[in-house]
Every structure is written in structure tokens, then in C-alpha cells.
């Protein structure tokens, strides 16, 4: 186990370590407020993500882990700093770089009035890619991979379960096969049980895929279990990055396991310890 | 019946039987006041009298409910294309929002029946100059209530749409409009009752000048006959007139929303 302090970065033992997947330099966000005062909502932030690590920003509600997702994504742009995928800017890589991003929502941002199959075939869909030969394939080959039955797959949202719901988001996110996950809490509304399912869904899908995952959660446990290393954030800084390494395969018996007690009582005292706003 | 048993399973029939019990009430004390205080027919006539005039001249009012029918249906069918249309300009920015909405309100503000007399020196006393009135008093619902439709889009949906880079066109066809359905379906709701009144409103100008004999036109030329019972039994077809356009926009309510999300109600996690 590897503490160390975020202000600088440490270089991940992964593989492809000198060219992150994901970097942000020195990025800041201001909003204007109701008032119409500035208010900044991130504070000049690093952050260096490698390919194939499973990064996960946890930290209070709003501290900012939103809205750093969302600059990731390409869906807001830093009032200041720069968001470089694979070493290029969204100015230099422009539609091709979006493509290799996909992001899943805290609800799972169903289209009502279309069924699940429609729902997951959307990305494809606005790509034009809905009727190549493959596409069909890869659609159904998701629905299967996240555990929905052929039956489920003409039913509506409104027909499914919170947790069938979620599965079908996840799958409409792998359909375009992106290098990059971006997840914002996507498991807060669903009960333990569902939620070490689906974390034990999306670790198989990552470790199939190999891409890059950026996990928002205020949840210690899910963060623990499901990160390679976990970004301490606290009003709109990263204060701590915490580096996993454990020893053994992440199975329901490794959250009763000593290992993991560690890491959680360190992620604990990490999170209580930098975390100084009250609300 | 017992009261335990009323308990158990409330019953039905009062939900039905109680009105009508208010309605013959209604019709009796009509009927002996007007005999009683000796009222004279042109004034009110007695309820008996506006039951035989309706018999008498059914055909006449069918047709006249048939015409007003398909004026205020046709009215409420431009309203509801022109008013999409409008609604749909309208989501493209808020600059076009800005600089056309307070014409709409305008729209809404402005006396139907004062701009009625000048529809009809333009257009007519024909069957199109009535649906135009019938349009014009019943867009605004739908104008209002399908921009909001189209512009109250959950982030997520909105968000996910942006990682895709759809485009404008995308975003309107897959995301906006069928989201905007249901707020469509709540404005036609509103506006067919206005349909109709802009209909009848319609009718009364056009008058029997035309070969145009609707539900209004029946009622100026009885006025002008001093027919008050046949009046009164053309209102009452005004009045059914309206029931059933709004069951018609209730029936295709229930049918299009069961159909867009098979019976569920909109989106809600968990």
C-alpha cells in the first residue's frame, strides 16, 4: 500500500505510464453564481489517469468531482488548464478524441419511449454506425454481457427494475467500444447487494475492454474495491491519491479480508482527514 | 344495503345516479317556474319545449354539429401543426424566443371576436374562415406548452446526446420532439375546448349569409327568428359538441401515452 500526496502526481507502475490516457493541467473551473459573483468550483488541478487504471475521485457532495467528470468528458470547458486525452487536447482531437469517451450518468438517462435494445443502439445510432454489419452484433453482445435476457430487450424503462435500468445504461455505454469510462456515482440509488453486483459487473467488462475507468462515488467501499488508485477530493482540490495494490483477486471474499479493512480504514482516515467543508 | 356492506365496497351507482337526480331536479324546477310565473316562451321557454324543438329539428342540429364538428377539429388540427412548427423555431434559440414570444402572447391577448369581422372580409363567410378562427384562439396552449416540451430536457438526456456529438437536427428529431409529445398531448387537451368556442365564435360572424349552416349560424338565425326553445337546443349541442372533441383528444391521450411508455409513467429510478 502507497500513500502519497496528489499535489505530485505519482508515476503509475501500469504500463504506458509516460504517456498518461488521461491528464488535466492545472485545471480550474469558476461559475458564475445567482448573485453574480465568481465562484471557483475547481482550484488549478492535476490529475494523470494511466491506460487501463481504474481511477476513483471520491470526496463529499459537492466538492467538485461532477464537475471535473464533466470537463474529462468534454462537456464543459475549464475556465483555465487544459484536459489532454491521450496526449491531445479536445481543441486538437476534436470529434474522433469524444469518440473514444463514454459516460455513464448517476440515473441511468434512459430515452423513455424506446425499448432497452433501441436505448443501447442510440450512440450507434447518431454515429451512423447503426447498420453496419457488426453493429447488431456488438448491441446484443452488450445486452448479454450486462445480464439482460433477449425478453427484457423490447421493454421500455419504465418496464425495468433501478438495477436492470443501470445494466442497459452500461451497455449503451460499451456499445461504441470507448478507451475511456467516465461514471458519475452510477450505482448511488441502488441497494449494497445491487451495487457489489454491478461493481462486480463492471470490473469483468474493464478488465475484458481494458479501458480506462473515472469512478465518482462518495461510497468508501465501492471506492476501495473497485480502484486501482483513489483521488481524495475536497473543495475542488485533489488533497491525497491513495494506490491499491492488492494482493488478491477482487471477489466478494476480499471485502472481508484484512487487506481490505486496511485500505478502507486509510481511505477513512484520508477522506475525514482532508475533508474540511461541512456541507 | 347495509352500512358494513357500503363499507366494505363503496358503490358506484351514486357517482351516476346522483347527478342525473340533480339534473331532472333541475329541469322540473325549470319547468313549473316558468309555468307558475307565466314566462313567456321567447324569454324561457320550459324545458318540455326545448326537448320537443330538439326532436323536431334533430337532422337540422346533427348536421349543424357535424359542420361545427369538423370546423373546430380541422382548427384544432392547424393549431396543432402550426403551433409545433412554431414551438420547434422557437427551441432553436433563445434569441428567435426573445424576439417572437411577445407576438405570441399577443396572439393570446388580442379579442377573437373583435379580429373576427376583419377575418371575414378577408377570407370570407366559408368554412375556412371558421377553422382560421378556431386556430388562432387555440394555438397558444399548444405553442406554450410544446416549447416548454421541447426545451425542459433532463441534463442527462441532453449530456448524452453532446457526447455523441449529435447534431442539431439529431437532437431535435431523437431527443427533443419525442420528449415534447406528451406536453403536445396536455396542450391539445386545453386547446380543443377553445376550438370549439372558436368555432361557434366563427359561426356567429360568417352568420347564414353563406351556404355554411353550423352549430353558431343555427343560433343567430334563431335568434333573429326569436326561436328561443331551438336556441337553447342548439346550445346544448354546442355543449355535447365540446364533450366529445375532448373525449376524442382523451381517448388518443391514453392510447399515445400507453404506447410511448407502455403504460409506465415517466422515467423514475427505482
Known amino acids: 500500500m502507497s500513500v502519497s500526496p496528489h499535489d505530485q502526481p505519482t508515476p503509475s507502475t501500469k504500463p504506458n505510464a509516460a504517456q498518461p490516457e488521461l491528464e488535466c493541467r492545472d485545471v480550474a473551473m469558476e461559475f458564475i453564481n445567482s448573485r453574480g459573483f465568481a465562484e471557483q468550483v475547481l482550484k488549478d488541478l492535476n490529475l494523470r489517469v494511466s491506460s487501463g487504471e481504474i481511477l476513483t475521485l471520491l470526496g463529499p457532495s459537492g466538492c467538485g468531482k461532477s464537475t471535473l467528470l464533466r470537463i474529462l468528458a468534454g462537456l464543459l470547458s475549464p475556465t483555465k488548464g487544459d484536459v489532454l486525452v491521450q496526449g491531445q487536447s479536445f481543441q486538437q482531437g476534436g470529434r474522433t478524441l469524444k469518440d473514444r469517451l463514454s459516460f455513464v450518468f448517476q440515473e441511468p438517462a434512459l430515452l423513455p419511449w424506446r425499448t432497452v435494445w433501441e436505448n443501447v443502439s442510440l450512440p450507434l445510432q447518431l454515429r451512423r454506425k447503426q447498420k453496419t454489419a457488426d453493429a447488431k452484433e456488438s448491441i446484443e453482445h452488450w445486452l448479454a454481457m450486462v445480464g439482460l435476457s433477449p425478453k427484457d430487450w423490447s421493454k421500455k424503462p419504465g418496464q425495468l427494475s433501478g438495477g436492470m435500468k443501470m445494466r442497459a445504461s452500461i451497455a449503451r455505454a460499451m456499445t461504441t467500444r470507448p478507451r475511456i469510462l467516465l461514471m458519475d456515482e452510477p450505482f448511488a440509488a441502488l441497494d449494497d447487494v445491487l451495487r457489489s453486483r454491478l461493481n462486480d459487473l463492471l470490473l469483468k467488462i474493464v478488465a475484458e475492454e481494458k479501458c480506462t475507468v473515472v469512478f465518482v462515488t462518495h461510497n468508501i467501499t465501492e471506492a476501495v474495491y473497485m480502484s486501482d488508485s483513489i483521488a481524495i477530493m475536497d473543495q475542488g482540490k485533489l488533497s491525497e491519491r491513495l494506490e491499491i495494490r492488492f494482493t488478491e483477486p477482487r471477489t466478494k471474499e476480499l471485502r472481508s479480508s484484512p487487506d481490505f479493512s486496511r485500505y478502507y480504514a486509510t481511505a477513512s482516515a484520508s477522506l475525514f482527514r482532508n475533508v474540511t467543508s461541512d456541507e | ?270
Open chain 2, 1 to 270: 344495503m347495509s352500512s358494513t356492506t357500503a363499507n366494505k365496497q363503496p358503490a358506484v351507482w351514486p357517482k351516476f345516479l346522483l347527478p342525473i337526480v340533480v339534473f331532472l331536479v333541475v329541469l322540473l324546477t325549470w319547468e313549473m317556474l316558468v309555468r307558475w310565473l307565466g314566462i313567456h316562451k321567447v324569454i324561457l321557454p320550459p324545458p318540455s319545449d326545448v326537448a320537443s324543438e330538439i326532436v323536431r329539428e334533430r337532422w337540422t342540429l346533427l348536421r349543424g354539429a357535424w359542420i361545427t364538428l369538423q370546423s373546430a377539429a380541422a382548427g384544432l388540427l392547424c393549431s396543432a401543426i402550426i403551433g409545433s412548427l412554431i414551438a420547434m423555431f422557437f427551441s432553436q434559440s433563445s434569441w428567435l424566443r426573445l424576439s417572437f414570444y411577445p407576438y405570441v402572447i399577443f396572439l393570446q391577448t388580442v379579442p377573437i371576436v373583435a379580429i373576427a369581422p376583419l377575418l371575414i372580409l378577408w377570407f370570407g363567410n366559408e368554412f375556412r374562415t371558421v377553422v382560421l378562427v378556431s386556430c388562432i384562439i387555440s394555438i397558444f396552449p399548444i405553442i406554450s406548452n410544446v416549447t416548454s416540451g421541447l426545451l425542459s430536457i433532463n441534463e442527462n438526456l441532453r449530456d448524452l446526446f453532446r457526447m455523441q456529438s449529435a447534431n442539431r437536427w439529431q437532437t431535435l428529431m431523437k431527443l427533443r420532439i419525442p420528449a415534447a409529445i406528451p406536453q403536445l398531448i396536455l396542450g391539445l387537451r386545453v386547446s380543443c375546448g377553445l376550438a370549439v368556442i372558436g368555432a361557434i365564435v366563427g359561426e356567429f360572424f360568417v352568420g347564414d349569409r353563406g351556404a355554411y349552416e353550423g352549430l353558431g349560424t343555427i343560433i343567430t338565425a334563431r335568434q333573429g327568428n326569436l326561436k328561443t326553445a331551438s336556441m337553447i337546443g342548439a346550445v346544448i349541442a354546442c355543449t355535447l359538441l365540446g364533450l366529445v372533441l375532448l373525449s376524442c383528444v382523451q381517448l388518443l391521450n391514453r392510447w399515445i401515452l400507453r404506447r410511448w411508455t407502455q403504460g409506465v409513467g415517466f422515467e423514475s429510478d427505482n
